[in-house]
C-alpha cells in the first residue's frame, strides 16, 4: 500500500509524459513529477528529508510491528534461557542427592517442582507493586537465584536434607521471572500484535535449551565426584549457578530499559461484540469487575482453553524430565550423568525445529501451532504406552518417545499467552499473563510429583493419565475451533 499514489497524481504524470512539444518548465515539471512517484515509496514509512537512521521508522509507523530496544529483548531472551537452565540442571541429579542425605525419589520429585509453588506465591504480592514495571521484580528474582543456589550448594556440607528443599524454595521466588518474561514478549505497550508470538517462540527456544543444557550440565558435574564436601557433585551446579547470575545481574543493572512508566495502552478488543462494529469509548478506566462482564462466553472459553493447555505442556513435560532419572535407572541401568545426557539429547534433537518455528510463527496461526504441538505429543505417549505393554524398553524405542514429547509440548506452549492477548484487551496483558503462569506452576508442581513417582504407581498408569489431561484438551479444543482464530506473528 505504501507505493500506490492517488490516482490524480499518476495521471498527470502521465498526461505530462505524453506532450513532446512542452517548453522547458513543462519538462522539469514532468521530471520533478516523476521524482515524487518514485519517492512516493516511502512516502508512508519516513518523511522525505529523514535520515538513513530512520528507515525503521516503519515499525513504528504500524504498531502491530513495533519492538522494544535489542538490549533489553536480549535481557529477557537470554535470561530467560539462564533460568530455564538453573531449573534443570538439578533434575539428572536430584533424586541421587536426596537419597544420599536420606530422601526418596518422590521427595527428588518435590524438590524439582516446589519452587514454583512458592514462586506463585510471591507473585500475589508483587504484582501488585510493580507498577507495571520489569526492573525491580527481575533483580528480585536475580537475588534470590543467588541464594537459593548457594543453600542447595550447602546441604551436602551440612548434611540437611531439608536444606535442599529450602535452598529449592529461595530459588522459586526467582522463578517470578518465568511470568514476567512472558507478560514483557506480550506487553501491548512495547510489542506490536504480531510479534507476540514470534517473541514467545524465542523463549520456548530457551526453554528448550534449558532442558537440554540443564540436565547435560548437572550430569556432567556429578561426574567430578565427592571428594571435596563443599564443591562436589551434587553440590556444584548450586554453586556455579550463583556464580552466573552474580554475573548476569550485573549485565542486566547496566543494560536493561524498563517500559516507561507512563506509557499507555490500547483497551480495545479484537474480538468485538456482535452487536457494536466500533469499540465503546469509556470517559475513564473501568474496574476489573466492569471488564469481565466486557467479555463474551466465547472469550471466556478461549482463556480457560488457553490455561488449561499451559497447565497441561508443563505437567507432560514436568512428569517426563522427573521420571526419566528414576525410571531409566531400574530400566536401563542408567546413572545420573547418563540419564542427563538422555534428557538434554531430546532437548537438542527438537532445539532446529524450534528455531524453525520462530519464523513460521508469523506465517501460521496460533491455533494452528498448538494442533500441531499437541498431536505430536499425543503420539509419543502412545508409543510409550505400546512399548510399556510390550515391555520392549530400549534407548531408540524411548528416545522417539521423548523426542516426540519434548517438541510437541515445547511446540505447543508458545502460543498459549500470545493467542490470549491477541484475542483480549490489552488492559488484560497482567490478569492473563498471571493465569497462564499459574497454569504453569500447577503443571510443574503436579507433573514433578507424577514423574517421580511414576515407577512407584505403575509406569502404564503414569502414561495413562497424561493421555487422559491431553485427551480432555483436545475436546477443549475442537468445541473452540472457531473462536480460537487470532492474528498470525
Not at 510489542?191 to 524465542?202: D, F, N
Not at 462494529?277 to 467479555?295: G, I, K
Not at 472459553?301 to 525410571?327: D, K, Q, R
Not at 488492559?427 to 497462564?436: E, Q
Amino acid at each position: 500500500m505504501a507505493s500506490t499514489l492517488p490516482s490524480t497524481v499518476i495521471d498527470y504524470t502521465a498526461h505530462s509524459r505524453e506532450q513532446k512539444d512542452d517548453s522547458a518548465a513543462s519538462s522539469k515539471l514532468v521530471d520533478s513529477l516523476g521524482g515524487l512517484v518514485s519517492a512516493s515509496r516511502t512516502a508512508f514509512v519516513r518523511p522525505t528529508d529523514s535520515s538513513n537512521a530512520d528507515l525503521v521508522s516503519l515499525v513504528h509507523e504500524n504498531p502491530e510491528f513495533k519492538l522494544p530496544s535489542k538490549r533489553s529483548l536480549f535481557v529477557i531472551i537470554v535470561g530467560n534461557a539462564l533460568f530455564q537452565v538453573t531449573f534443570f540442571i538439578i533434575v539428572s541429579s536430584a533424586s541421587a542427592y536426596a537419597e544420599h542425605l536420606g530422601g526418596s525419589a518422590t521427595f527428588s520429585g518435590l524438590t524439582i517442582g516446589i519452587p514454583t509453588v512458592f514462586s506463585g506465591l510471591l507473585l500475589l504480592f508483587i504484582t501488585r507493586v510493580d507498577k507495571g514495571q520489569y526492573a525491580m521484580p527481575f533483580n528480585v528474582a536475580y537475588i534470590a537465584m543467588i541464594l537459593g543456589n548457594i543453600l542447595y550448594g550447602l546441604a551436602y556440607r551440612a548434611n540437611w536434607l531439608y536444606l535442599i528443599l529450602i535452598g529449592r524454595i529461595v530459588s522459586g521466588f526467582g522463578y517470578i521471572s518465568f511470568m514476567y518474561s512472558k507478560r514483557y514478549c506480550s506487553d501491548p505497550r512495547i510489542v506490536g500484535i504480531r510479534r507476540r508470538t514470534t517473541l514467545a517462540s524465542w523463549l520456548v527456544v530457551g526453554q528448550a535449551f534449558g532442558f537440554s543444557a540443564g540436565p547435560f550440565l548437572g550430569g556432567l558435574l556429578y561426574k567430578l565426584g565427592f571428594s571435596n564436601p563443599i564443591f562436589n557433585g551434587f553440590t556444584s551446579p548450586g554453586w556455579i549457578m550463583a556464580v552466573c547470575w552474580v554475573m548476569f545481574g550485573c549485565l542486566s543493572l547496566l543494560i536493561f530499559q524498563d517500559v516507561p512508566r507512563h506509557a499507555t495502552i490500547d483497551s480495545s478488543l479484537e474480538l468485538s461484540s456482535p452487536t457494536s462494529s466500533t469499540p465503546a469509548v469509556a470517559s475513564s478506566p473501568p474496574s476489573v469487575w466492569e471488564e469481565l462482564r466486557l467479555l463474551s462466553p466465547s472469550q471466556w472459553g478461549v482463556i480457560v482453553c488457553m490455561c488449561y493447555y499451559a497447565m497441561t505442556c508443563f505437567f507432560i513435560l514436568g512428569a517426563w524430565e522427573s521420571n526419566i532419572p528414576v525410571f531409566t535407572a531400574g530400566a536401563l541401568g542408567y546413572s545420573p550423568f547418563r540419564a542427563g545426557n538422555f534428557i538434554a539429547l531430546g532437548g537438542i534433537s527438537s532445539f532446529p525445529f524450534l528455531l524453525l518455528n520462530v519464523w513460521y510463527a508469523r506465517r501460521v496461526q496460533d491455533r494452528v501451532i498448538l494442533a500441531t504441538g499437541t498431536t505430536l505429543g499425543l503420539v509419543g505417549l502412545i508409543i510409550m504406552l505400546a512399548i510399556l505393554k510390550a515391555d520392549k524398553i530400549t534407548f531408540g524405542s524411548l528416545f522417539v518417545c521423548w523426542f516426540l514429547i519434548a517438541l510437541g509440548f515445547n511446540l505447543a506452549s508458545t502460543c498459549t499467552l500470545s493467542l490470549l492477548s491477541k484475542q483480549l484487551p490489552d488492559t488484560f496483558n497482567g490478569r492473563v499473563s498471571i493465569a497462564i503462569q499459574y497454569s504453569n506452576y500447577t503443571g510443574r508442581v503436579t507433573g514433578a510429583i507424577l514423574g517421580g513417582a511414576g515407577v512407584k504407581i505403575g509406569m502404564l498408569n503414569y502414561i495413562g493419565i497424561q493421555i487422559s489431561v491431553v485427551g480432555i484438551g483436545g475436546i477443549m479444543y475442537l468445541t473452540l475451533w472457531r473462536q480460537l482464530k487470532a492474528k498470525t506473528g
